[in-house]
């Protein structure tokens, strides 16, 4: 006998005090029976009107949008961007709140998880508590930091016009203008365009030269259209047989810099999308692993090579890298970007796999940058086996770095430095540099 379908909560309204922040961009509130609300638009402290927009009796937990204040926090400010709020952009998690405020929410969050998922405290990590600001991003309240140089469009399929996601959506907010892009994104007229035919459509601009690019991915069975913008673009193309990503007239790359070098990154990949966070994490690393002459270091998840250029730049001809990245149009830019380096070699394939057949047993220095979702156990119990001087842990979700540094430290690992970085200014994510040490080494 099937059990009756539970009902739905999505529209109910709940008067409730606002909690702590949580990791994701919303606060944490109970509804009068206790049932937990994830609460989006709102700050900690605050008493709001909270709607649920997901959810249904018996529930875990309800998620909702605060669609009216009652008491409002000191941090709290009117959102400079015009598309956002409850039910409208996905983009941005925190434009209601003041930039130091946003800053220390994300503070709180990499706190938390460091607690609950490596039982650490922000002193037993080395962390000052902070939330560092890019250069030039320390703007008074109501501006807001034109950081995002990679903007994915979402086309609205009725009007032919570009915007954004809403929040957990596929709906699109239509927009005239998004304010966290980049100045070289804005410039060339996205939002102002006819783009009927097209389920997407990504705009790149470059850090360090004047390369733009925009990637069109159209939905089934349709042509291209002529792509005229306000400035030169190369235009690339989504197959939608293979879903690779091909060119269509222009370079079939961009040219980043960092670190004093040149970086050719291929049919939209990886690049760190602030145009500070290449240069801010690359200093950072190389601040915690003090390369030597003559060391030789692993540069794990490494895209296009950015760690790697700046490890071979330091530890001299003596020294070696080896890179393991898993995209092939990436290992390709990567050996084309490190090709002067003879001691510098690129391996494809997913790290887990690679590594253990590279027979490596013993190296100075490990630097990794996984994807969202972190290394994972299996990669971390054989990372501790190689005996790493110092090793530099980069990460976009702190979550993820939290339970792998419980990994490390299980593993004869402790944490000597965290930092964090907010590259990501009006949303919840926040970039770390985690440096580890053996147990015992420098205490």
């Given at each position: 006998?099937?059990?009756?379908?539970?009902?739905?909560?999505?529209?109910?309204?709940?008067?409730?005090?606002?909690?702590?922040?949580?990791?994701?961009?919303?606060?944490?509130?109970?509804?009068?029976?206790?049932?937990?609300?994830?609460?989006?638009?709102?700050?900690?402290?605050?008493?709001?009107?909270?709607?649920?927009?997901?959810?249904?009796?018996?529930?875990?937990?309800?998620?909702?949008?605060?669609?009216?204040?009652?008491?409002?926090?000191?941090?709290?400010?009117?959102?400079?961007?015009?598309?956002?709020?409850?039910?409208?952009?996905?983009?941005?998690?925190?434009?209601?709140?003041?930039?130091?405020?946003?800053?220390?929410?994300?503070?709180?969050?990499?706190?938390?998880?460091?607690?609950?998922?490596?039982?650490?405290?922000?002193?037993?990590?080395?962390?000052?508590?902070?939330?560092?600001?890019?250069?030039?991003?320390?703007?008074?309240?109501?501006?807001?930091?034109?950081?995002?140089?990679?903007?994915?469009?979402?086309?609205?399929?009725?009007?032919?016009?570009?915007?954004?996601?809403?929040?957990?959506?596929?709906?699109?907010?239509?927009?005239?203008?998004?304010?966290?892009?980049?100045?070289?994104?804005?410039?060339?007229?996205?939002?102002?365009?006819?783009?009927?035919?097209?389920?997407?459509?990504?705009?790149?601009?470059?850090?360090?030269?004047?390369?733009?690019?925009?990637?069109?991915?159209?939905?089934?069975?349709?042509?291209?259209?002529?792509?005229?913008?306000?400035?030169?673009?190369?235009?690339?193309?989504?197959?939608?047989?293979?879903?690779?990503?091909?060119?269509?007239?222009?370079?079939?790359?961009?040219?980043?810099?960092?670190?004093?070098?040149?970086?050719?990154?291929?049919?939209?990949?990886?690049?760190?999308?602030?145009?500070?966070?290449?240069?801010?994490?690359?200093?950072?690393?190389?601040?915690?692993?003090?390369?030597?002459?003559?060391?030789?270091?692993?540069?794990?998840?490494?895209?296009?090579?950015?760690?790697?250029?700046?490890?071979?730049?330091?530890?001299?001809?003596?020294?070696?890298?080896?890179?393991?990245?898993?995209?092939?149009?990436?290992?390709?830019?990567?050996?084309?970007?490190?090709?002067?380096?003879?001691?510098?070699?690129?391996?494809?394939?997913?790290?887990?796999?690679?590594?253990?057949?590279?027979?490596?047993?013993?190296?100075?220095?490990?630097?990794?940058?996984?994807?969202?979702?972190?290394?994972?156990?299996?990669?971390?119990?054989?990372?501790?086996?190689?005996?790493?001087?110092?090793?530099?842990?980069?990460?976009?979700?702190?979550?993820?770095?939290?339970?792998?540094?419980?990994?490390?430290?299980?593993?004869?690992?402790?944490?000597?430095?965290?930092?964090?970085?907010?590259?990501?200014?009006?949303?919840?994510h926040v970039e770390c540099v985690a440096v580890l040490e053996p147990v015992g080494k420098g205490a």
């Amino acid at each position: 006998m099937q059990a009756e379908p539970r009902k739905t909560l999505v529209g109910a309204e709940y008067e409730v005090e606002v909690g702590p922040v949580a990791h994701g961009g919303h606060c944490i509130a109970r509804t009068a029976e206790g049932q937990v609300l994830f609460v989006r638009h709102t700050l900690p402290g605050e008493r709001v009107i909270a709607r649920v927009t997901e959810g249904e009796e018996g529930a875990r937990f309800l998620r909702a949008d605060a669609v009216e204040v009652l008491e409002a926090s000191k941090d709290r400010i009117e959102a400079p961007c015009p598309y956002a709020g409850p039910g409208r952009c996905g983009g941005c998690d925190w434009q209601h709140a003041k930039p130091g405020a946003q800053r220390r929410l994300k503070g709180e969050v990499l706190a938390e998880q460091l607690k609950r998922l490596a039982g650490l405290t922000p002193e037993e990590a080395g962390w000052d508590g902070t939330v560092m600001p890019a250069e030039g991003d320390k703007l008074p309240a109501g501006e807001v930091p034109r950081w995002r140089t990679r903007v994915q469009y979402a086309v609205d399929a009725e009007t032919g016009r570009a915007g954004l996601r809403r929040h957990r959506s596929h709906d699109v907010e239509t927009v005239d203008h998004c304010m966290i892009a980049a100045e070289g994104v804005s410039e060339l007229g996205v939002e102002r365009r006819d783009w009927t035919g097209m389920e997407s459509v990504e705009a790149i601009a470059a850090t360090g030269s004047q390369d733009r690019q925009v990637i069109l991915t159209p939905t089934e069975g349709a042509r291209l259209p002529i792509v005229e913008l306000d400035r030169p673009v190369s235009v690339m193309r989504v197959e939608e047989k293979d879903g690779g990503v091909h060119r269509v007239h222009g370079r079939p790359f961009v040219r980043e810099r960092a670190d004093g070098r040149t970086y050719r990154v291929g049919s939209g990949g990886f690049w760190q999308v602030h145009p500070k966070a290449a240069d801010t994490l690359v200093t950072a690393v190389m601040q915690g692993l003090l390369p030597r002459k003559g060391d030789m270091a692993l540069d794990l998840y490494c895209g296009v090579g950015l760690f790697a250029g700046a490890l071979a730049d330091r530890i001299g001809e003596k020294g070696a890298v080896l890179g393991i990245e898993s995209g092939k149009r990436a290992v390709e830019d990567a050996r084309h970007n490190l090709a002067e380096f003879d001691r510098v070699r690129i391996e494809q394939g997913k790290v887990e796999s690679v590594l253990p057949r590279t027979g490596i047993t013993e190296v100075d220095l490990i630097v990794l940058d996984p994807p969202r979702v972190g290394a994972g156990r299996k990669t971390v119990e054989h990372l501790v086996t190689l005996g790493a001087r110092r090793i530099a842990y980069v990460a976009c979700d702190p979550a993820a770095l939290a339970r792998d540094l419980g990994y490390f430290g299980e593993g004869g690992y402790r944490v000597r430095t965290v930092r964090a970085f907010d590259l990501f200014p009006m949303t919840h994510h926040v970039e770390c540099v985690a440096v580890l040490e053996p147990v015992g080494k420098g205490a």
